[in-house]
């Protein structure tokens, strides 16, 4: 086999480091790629290893000091195009305390996990040295076992060296088109969401106008995903329900009266997390569906009676004959 050599120890250093950025390039090949070189002589198996643990730390450096200051914020970032963003979000929070820091060491070949651990480790205040050391064996582990693959199958890989050759056009058609449309749809989908869900926002005065009419409304608190675990609010408005959003977007079926209408809310400003229950809501056939503008913060902002805990399940139903989805 004639390997081409057009891949050079910059082209190893960028691709890695953009993986690691969270940027859809596939590193693997090229780290395969090079090991394949390196058994051929054309690239030095160590420097290779080293460029690509530099790369990784460079960028789960950046991530860490993203997740120091603005935690919360970075790990909702990272979870957004998940299938479940909260639970994303949450599972990562859960093998950081089930296994610790060391959980970096093996964190770059478990997909997703790989690019939260970073941020996490930062929100979590765990020292720069110690995340620095381990996560430099998990670079280094990760690094040389795809560039060993590469070396020792260095003859079965030249379809993985000529994609690597044909980076460019490979990476705009194999990668960046099919990534664009995701995320084109994943948009037009949330505009649409929001579109839908514009005239049927409802502002915390009127909603309290409604509570004190006796309007049969059903309040339903959602546990937003978006926050620090732990940190929920035991604040409610009084009559609310409090519910997991996963729970009524996954709910095949939920019981709601004609004459009942539903009002969600979350703790946070913006209507997504609402409007994505609102839309699951009425992808089963419940269509009297009311988004709180503002969120919780409004109702505060307005000086409107708060509860110290939200109302129980059983008394929502009883009240107004709503079902919903058990615990």
Not at 302 to 317: C, D, Y
Request: some cysteine; overall charge positive.
């Amino acid at each position: 086999m004639t390997l081409p050599t057009e891949l050079t120890y910059t082209g190893v250093l960028l691709a890695v480091l953009a993986n690691q950025l969270c940027l859809p390039v596939p590193a693997i090949v090229f780290l395969m790629a090079a090991g394949a070189l390196s058994a051929h002589g054309y690239m030095q198996t160590s420097t290779v290893v080293l460029l690509s643990v530099l790369a990784c730390l460079l960028a789960d450096g950046l991530w860490f000091c993203l997740g120091r200051k603005w935690g919360s914020q970075v790990m909702r970032l990272l979870c957004r195009l998940a299938a479940d963003p909260r639970g994303c979000s949450r599972d990562a929070h859960d093998k950081f305390r089930r296994y610790g820091l060391r959980l970096l060491c093996v964190a770059k070949f478990i997909p997703g996990l790989d690019g939260l651990m970073p941020p996490l480790a930062g929100a979590e205040a765990v020292s720069p040295t110690a995340f620095l050391a381990l996560d430099g064996i998990g670079s280094l582990i990760w690094s040389s076992f795809y560039v060993g693959v590469g070396y020792v199958f260095s003859e079965q890989l030249e379809i993985a060296v000529g994609w690597a050759k044909h980076f460019g056009t490979a990476l705009a058609f194999a990668i960046g088109v099919p990534f664009c449309l995701y995320i084109g749809w994943r948009g037009l989908i949330l505009i649409r969401m929001i579109r839908q869900l514009r005239v049927r926002l409802i502002s915390a005065p009127m909603l309290h106008r409604k509570l004190r009419s006796g309007s049969k409304l059903a309040l339903l608190d959602l546990l937003d995903f978006e926050e620090e675990t732990g940190s929920e609010s035991p604040q409610a408005i009084p009559g609310a329900f409090r519910i997991d959003p996963s729970r009524l977007r996954h709910s095949p079926r939920i019981a709601v009266p004609e004459d009942v209408e539903i009002v969600l809310y979350s703790s946070s400003r913006r209507e997504l997390v609402s409007a994505r229950a609102a839309v699951a809501l009425k992808r089963i056939g419940v269509e009297n569906v009311w988004v709180l503008e503002g969120g919780l913060d409004s109702w505060r902002e307005k000086g409107l009676p708060l509860s110290q805990f939200p109302e129980a399940p059983g008394a929502v139903a009883e009240r107004l004959g709503v079902r919903l989805p058990e615990a």
